[in-house]
Nanobody, 125 residues
Framework: QVQLVESGEGLVQAGGSLRLSCTAS????????MGWFRRAPGKEREFVAG???????????TYADSVKGRFTISTDDAKNTVYLQMNSLKPEDTAVYYC???????????????WGQGTQVTVSS
């Protein structure tokens, strides 16, 4: 019932910045958490960042240790779009990035019920 579309793919030099966005459409009133995951070549998808505005769950933000201090997750006022601001990018950040949504009882790390198609981020050294 909810569709997610990511945007912001690009090729960036190490140390540069990039902002990803993900817009939700459909029955978004049931959304209380959104997150970003990534999958590098030959690796499994891993958690990057999550945000929750449900008092039932862990309201706030959570980041993977590998991106703390460099990435920031945020939403617009209507909670229809989630952003991932990525600074001080490293070649290790190269991956396909996916956004996801969760319901009232989801934490910032899941479970997530809907997924976007992914957007490619490449960081050159």
């Amino acid at each position: 019932q909810v569709q997610l579309v990511e945007s912001g793919e690009g090729l960036v030099q190490a140390g540069g910045s990039l902002r990803l966005s993900c817009t939700a459409s459909g029955r978004t009133r049931s959304t209380y958490a959104m997150g970003w995951f990534r999958r590098a070549p030959g690796k499994e998808r891993e958690f990057v960042a999550g945000i929750s505005w449900s008092s039932w769950s862990d309201e706030g933000t959570t980041y993977a240790d590998s991106v703390k201090g460099r990435f920031t997750i945020s939403t617009d006022d209507a909670k229809n779009t989630v952003y991932l601001q990525m600074n001080s990018l490293k070649p290790e950040d190269t991956a396909v990035y996916y956004c996801a949504r969760g319901g009232l009882r989801s934490t910032t790390q899941g479970p997530y019920e809907d997924w976007g198609q992914g957007t490619q981020v490449t960081v050159s050294s």
